[in-house]
Nanobody
Framework: QVQLVESGGGLVQPGGSLRLSCAAS????????MGWYRQAPGKQRELVAS???????NYADSNKGRFTISRDSAKNTVYLQMNNLKPEDTAVYYC??????????????WGQGTQVTVSS
């Protein structure tokens, strides 16, 4: 089993910044990808950004230039630095990790979610 513990959400004014953190622990198989998804009320969950074990990153178009994902492999921790936040960034942000497990099948794990609210 894998556990993901998120922190760093909150209320911020438009144009402000927040940094989310997510620490993974448990039975993790290398290589593994870590990422952030978000879900706004009435909308589907969507990818925000992801980063592979090798450091390759992927961003949603709406976040490019504003968000930066990084990871500390020694700590199995992923970070999401969010700058110039907009009201439309308001959502519950979920940490995700996935890897190919013992039997060669994909295993996905999710954090409990952290609320990010951008409002004046």
């Amino acid at each position: 089993q894998v556990q993901l513990v998120e922190s760093g959400g909150g209320l911020v004014q438009p144009g402000g910044s927040l940094r989310l953190s997510c620490a993974a622990s448990g039975r993790i198989f290398n290589p593994f990808t870590m990422g952030w998804y978000r879900q706004a009320p009435g909308k589907q969950r969507e990818l925000v950004a992801s980063i592979t074990s090798g450091g390759s990153t992927n961003y949603a178009d709406s976040n490019k230039g504003r968000f930066t994902i990084s990871r500390d492999s020694a700590k199995n921790t992923v970070y999401l630095q969010m700058n110039n936040l907009k009201p439309e960034d308001t959502a519950v942000y979920y940490c995700n990790t996935w890897f190919m497990g013992k039997w060669g099948t994909r295993e996905d794990y999710w954090g409990q979610g952290t609320q990010v609210t951008v409002s004046s």
